[in-house]
Every structure is written in structure tokens, then in C-alpha cells.
């Protein structure tokens, strides 16, 4: 073996290999054929980036890296075979599906030429036969006792004793609410920012994410329900203040306008906002229910309750991958599903209060 890394970064790719790459996303010239990744999202840039650095670290560790071979030269039956099984035997069956489909993506890029079918037919495999290491049934929960999770803590975070307890309780109260109500990627979660991604018009929250910020390349557009409005401004106005005048050092105009901070002032990572949502859910269920749960969960209530209504799950959850022309009619589906499965959660939790017990 020459070496020990697991993953290569770009800039220690062979020279081959980089340039290809680049010339893999640039703009078509005049008269030009696309390009293969001139139209990719920076998100799947960054997912076949690591699938590739990850394949070369393995041809580095074993001996089998050569600078001076093409991307399609190296990638013998036999090398392939034995990183796929690595793969399978290091991360989870899904993992390993994603990354041996994103090593394909990368290397019919870096080879249009070649035929990558056999590697295709690989991917196909592992991702049929792929099972979530995670049993999400036996640990999901309705999604209208999420919502009612979320209020709760908001609703009673005057109960600690200092402000800095009470603001983070709040906040993650209402971290759990807007999840629910608009399961988006926690990677987006963690990076709203206020007037840019949570938006009021007057009279209701907005989130509107760019195509360029999502996983797939869509616009992600969701409308906030009504109920969360005076909780959003209560967060805003009352309890947000308070760890960033806490802080050590006044927050800067850049902090201040992301909408999730922690006790310190400072805008919180998408493992941090992981870590209190597992922590909450934990506390009120038994188990933990993870950030990307949410979506489960909402897309669960809706079918459960309207089944006729599973056709706008796609819009929901962003899934759908619609031409650029289809921009109107995308951001119009996706307000709608996001409004019927608020209608949905709320119908459940009228129905609980109603019930003796309940």
C-alpha cells in the first residue's frame, strides 16, 4: 500500500483526473455538446467529488493509483469489485448504494466514451436490496404529536429559572413545530436565514429555498402555518435576543440574521440542531426521532388519514425533478402540499382533544 487516506480532495487528485473534472462541468461552448456536470447542483458536485476521492484513496491505498492512467483505465472489474465490497463491509447498505451510484455518475462524466452499464447495474442492485440500518416504523411517531411536542416546550419554557434556559427551550420547541410542518433537509434547516429564507408577507411565514441550496436542484417553497406565526415573532422579538446579548462579543450583523443560534449567540451547525432534536424527541417518546424522520412522519399522517392525497408527497418533500419551465406550477404544488398536510396534522390534534383522554 502507498497510502493511508480514505478519501482524496480534489486538489490531490492525478492531474488527468482534475483536469477532466473541470472540463466535466464547464458551460458548453459554441456549437458544443453539453457538458455532463455543467448542470449539476453544487450538492451533487459534492457527493460524486467524494464517491471519486473516496475510489482513489482506495487505488492509492492498494497500489493501484497511476497518475499517468486515464480515470477509465483503472477501473478495472477487479478494482471495482473489491472497492464495492469494501464499501459494503465499512458503511451502511444505503451508504454504500449512494456512493457506488455517484462513482458511476462521476466516472461517465470523466469518460463519456466508455460504457459504465455494468457499474449501473451494480448500483441498481445495492440500492434495491439496500435496508436502513434504522427501523424507522417501529420508531416513528404521529406527526401532529410532534407539533403538539413543539408547542408544548414553547408553551412552557417560562418554567426554568434562567433566560438562557428558557430561550433554548423555546427555540428548540419551535425548531420541532417548523420541521413537522415543513420537513426540509436539515442541512437547509440549519442554514435559514431570516428575510431570506423564513420570509413574512404581511401576514404569514414563508421558507423559500433556491434551487441552487436544495439536494436536488429544486426550489423548495413551503408556507408556514398560521398557528406558528406569533411563535416565529415570540422567538424573533423575545427569546433569540437573549443569547446573542449574552454573547461575549456583540453577534455581528451576519450571525444576527441566522435564525438558529445556540445559548452562546452563535449560529447553530446542522449536528447541533441533530443533537436537541434527538435529545427532545427522546425526553417525550422514549426514542429518539431523528431530523430526517420528520419527513416520514408527515408524509405517514397524510397517508394515513387522506391516502387519496399521496400524489403531492413528492411535492412535500422536494422529490420531484420538473423543468425549468414548470417553476410556477412547482412552487404552487409545493404550497399546497405543505398546506395539506398542516390541514391534516391539524385535523388529527382537534380530534385528540375532542377524545376522552386524549
Known amino acids: 500500500m502507498t497510502?493511508?487516506?480514505?478519501?482524496?480532495?480534489?486538489?490531490?487528485?492525478?492531474?488527468?483526473?482534475?483536469?477532466?473534472?473541470?472540463?466535466?462541468?464547464?458551460?458548453?461552448?459554441?456549437?458544443?455538446?453539453?457538458?455532463?456536470?455543467?448542470?449539476?447542483?453544487?450538492?451533487?458536485?459534492?457527493?460524486?467529488?467524494?464517491?471519486?476521492?473516496?475510489?482513489?484513496?482506495?487505488?492509492?491505498?492498494?497500489?493501484?493509483?497511476?497518475?499517468?492512467?486515464?480515470?477509465?483505465?483503472?477501473?478495472?472489474p477487479d478494482c471495482l469489485t473489491a472497492f464495492v465490497n469494501g464499501l459494503r463491509d465499512?458503511?451502511?447498505?444505503?451508504?454504500?448504494?449512494?456512493?457506488?451510484?455517484?462513482?458511476?455518475?462521476?466516472?461517465?462524466?470523466?469518460?463519456?466514451?466508455?460504457?459504465?452499464?455494468a457499474l449501473g447495474r451494480v448500483y441498481n442492485h445495492l440500492k434495491q436490496t439496500a435496508a436502513p440500518v434504522r427501523d424507522?416504523?417501529?420508531?416513528?411517531?404521529?406527526?401532529?404529536?410532534?407539533?403538539?411536542?413543539?408547542?408544548?416546550?414553547?408553551?412552557?419554557?417560562?418554567?426554568?429559572?434562567?433566560?438562557?434556559?428558557?430561550?433554548?427551550?423555546?427555540?428548540?420547541g419551535l425548531i420541532i413545530a417548523l420541521l413537522i410542518s415543513c420537513p426540509m433537509r436539515l442541512k437547509n434547516l440549519a442554514a435559514l436565514v431570516v428575510g431570506q429564507h423564513l420570509v413574512f408577507d404581511g401576514h404569514d411565514y414563508r421558507v423559500r429555498l433556491a434551487a441552487t441550496e436544495t439536494k436536488t436542484g429544486r426550489p423548495y417553497v413551503a408556507a408556514v402555518p398560521a398557528e406558528l406565526t406569533t411563535y416565529i415573532d415570540r422567538w424573533l422579538q423575545v427569546y433569540r435576543p437573549v443569547p446573542l446579548m449574552a454573547a461575549a462579543t456583540r453577534a455581528t450583523a451576519k450571525?444576527?440574521?441566522?435564525?438558529?443560534?445556540?445559548?452562546?449567540?452563535?449560529?447553530?451547525?446542522s449536528r447541533a440542531i441533530h443533537a436537541q432534536i434527538t435529545l427532545r424527541t427522546r425526553q417525550a417518546f422514549g426514542n429518539a426521532i431523528w431530523p430526517h424522520l420528520f419527513r416520514d412522519c408527515a408524509v405517514t399522517e397524510l397517508v394515513d388519514c387522506a391516502p387519496e392525497e399521496i400524489g403531492i408527497a413528492p411535492d412535500l418533500l422536494g422529490h420531484a425533478a420538473l423543468g425549468t419551465t414548470r417553476k410556477h406550477y412547482i412552487?404552487?404544488?409545493?404550497?399546497?402540499?405543505?398546506?395539506?398536510?398542516?390541514?391534516?396534522?391539524?385535523?388529527?390534534?382537534?380530534?385528540?382533544?375532542?377524545?376522552?383522554?386524549g
Open 90 to 117: 465499512r458503511v451502511a447498505p444505503v451508504s454504500a448504494a449512494m456512493m457506488v451510484g455517484a462513482l458511476q455518475r462521476m466516472l461517465t462524466a470523466l469518460e463519456p466514451e466508455q460504457d459504465w452499464t
Open 3 to 76: 497510502g493511508t487516506r480514505l478519501c482524496l480532495e480534489v486538489e490531490d487528485w492525478p492531474e488527468i483526473d482534475r483536469d477532466r473534472w473541470r472540463s466535466a462541468q464547464a458551460p458548453a461552448g459554441f456549437l458544443e455538446d453539453d457538458k455532463p456536470a455543467s448542470y449539476w447542483t453544487s450538492a451533487r458536485r459534492r457527493i460524486v467529488e467524494q464517491a471519486y476521492g473516496q475510489w482513489l484513496g482506495f487505488l492509492d491505498r492498494h497500489g493501484e493509483l497511476d497518475p499517468a492512467a486515464a480515470p477509465g483505465e483503472r477501473a478495472t
Open 331 to 357: 412552487q404552487a404544488q409545493g404550497m399546497t402540499a405543505h398546506r395539506r398536510v398542516q390541514e391534516t396534522i391539524a385535523a388529527r390534534r382537534r380530534a385528540a382533544r375532542r377524545t376522552p383522554g
Open 255 to 269: 450571525i444576527e440574521k441566522h435564525l438558529w443560534v445556540d445559548r452562546n449567540g452563535r449560529p447553530m451547525s
Open 136 to 172: 424507522k416504523l417501529s420508531t416513528m411517531v404521529p406527526a401532529s404529536e410532534l407539533l403538539d411536542l413543539g408547542i408544548a416546550l414553547m408553551e412552557t419554557c417560562d418554567r426554568g429559572l434562567t433566560a438562557i434556559y428558557k430561550a433554548t427551550r423555546y427555540r428548540d
